[in-house]
């Protein structure tokens, strides 16, 4: 089946600290991921989509400056939280599906559940 | 934007028993998907519904869709402990797999 593999689990941090997520798909190609954000006991917030080589799509909302997306290989999405301050502190999930098939499931990482100090 | 809304519920049930849980969307949508969540873990796909689909079986789950009434439910039967977590609809609405998901609903199966 399709993993997606999502690193580090865990981080404590400093404020002003940058912080850097990494989301890889290791049994497929996948041009569009998904970075989302979620608060304790809510849903998913869509926060941006990371495209291959290209720029990504972020929501409205979602600084792109504090949020870097980089999107370099076809297995390979990091997302950059930049100066992070406590009000980053939140549990974020990738995302990725396999490539030029419609209507496929997303495939999650396991999620990074950031904590800033 | 697409928003799938599900009806605010905690189920808490016994082994056994069947849990429905149901979400309703707001505008027309390629195809509708629902997730399990637990605890501090990632999601993992359940199953996914087109929008010339009604119904939808995967095991002990069952997946209805209703685009007139722009609504879905899940039907878990004969619930077991390992079903207990967080369960969300997600909507596609242009088939570009960019979901917007509900606000989930949390299944507690009690041995």
């Known amino acids: 089946g399709a993993v997606v593999s999502q690193h580090p689990s865990w981080v404590i941090c400093k404020s002003g600290t940058s912080v850097k997520i990494e989301c890889r798909s290791l049994d497929f190609q996948a041009t569009t991921m998904f970075w989302y954000r979620q608060f304790p006991k809510q849903s998913l917030m869509l926060m941006a989509t990371s495209n291959e080589g290209s720029k990504a799509t972020y929501e409205q909302g979602v600084e792109k400056d504090k949020f870097l997306i980089n999107h370099a290989s076809l297995t390979l999405s990091t997302l950059t939280v930049t100066s992070a301050h406590p009000e980053d502190s939140s549990f974020y999930i990738c995302s990725a599906y396999r490539s030029g098939q419609p209507n496929q499931p997303q495939h999650f990482g396991d999620g990074t559940r950031l904590s800033i100090l | 934007s697409q928003q799938g809304e599900e009806d605010p519920q905690a189920l808490s049930i016994q082994e056994g028993e069947n849990a429905t849980m149901n979400c309703s969307y707001k505008t027309s949508i390629n195809n509708l998907q629902w997730y399990r969540q637990n605890s501090g873990r990632g999601l993992v796909h359940l199953i996914l519904?087109?929008?010339?689909?009604r119904e939808k079986h995967s095991g002990r789950l069952r997946v209805t869709l209703d685009t007139s009434k722009k609504s879905s439910s899940l039907l878990i039967t004969a619930s077991r402990a390992a079903d207990t977590a967080s369960y969300f609809c997600?909507?596609?609405?242009?088939?570009?797999?960019?979901?917007?998901f509900g606000k989930g609903n949390q299944v507690v199966v009690i041995p």
């Open positions: 519904i087109r929008s010339n689909e």
């Open positions: 997600a909507t596609d609405a242009a088939g570009n797999n960019r979901l917007a």
